[in-house]
């Protein structure tokens, strides 16, 4: 079955780091275009960063831009979101999310694109 679990959220003070990993299981991970999500209670899911099968392509959001970095490692069958200067706004559950492409695209940045999501993991940034 495909599985992807997020894993290194956790509570941290404003100006902190965090480290999230998405291992992925029961897929051919390189072939997937992978993303992070994040989604606040009342609030749409909202993309976060993108990558390309390759890793060579990435998307950001404006909001954590010059702060996060999206990466994967195909051999290990994982992504990582590498949090940096972390805010209280930055408060969400994040979820990774996978999917085949089906055009040309290095990578999509709505949910809908996806069909794949893992569980989520809480990130909480205090003041």
């Known amino acids: 079955q495909v599985r992807l679990v997020e894993s290194g959220g956790g509570l941290v003070q404003a100006g902190g780091s965090l480290r999230l990993s998405c291992a992925a299981s029961?897929?051919?991970?390189?072939?997937?275009?992978m993303a992070w999500f994040r989604q606040t209670p009342g609030k749409e899911r909202e993309s976060v960063a993108a990558i390309s099968r390759s890793g060579g392509s990435t998307y950001y959001a404006d909001s954590v831009k010059g702060r996060f970095t999206i990466s994967r490692d195909n051999a290990k069958n994982a992504m990582f979101l590498q949090m940096n200067t972390l805010k209280p706004e930055d408060t969400a559950v994040y979820y990774c999310?996978?999917?085949?492409?089906?055009?040309?695209?290095?990578?999509?940045?709505?949910?809908?694109?996806?069909?794949?999501w893992g569980q989520g993991t809480q990130v909480t940034v205090s003041s």
């Open positions: 999310a996978a999917t085949l492409p089906w055009n040309g695209d290095n990578y999509y940045t709505r949910d809908s694109d996806y069909n794949t």
């Open positions: 029961g897929l051919t991970f390189s072939m997937y275009l």
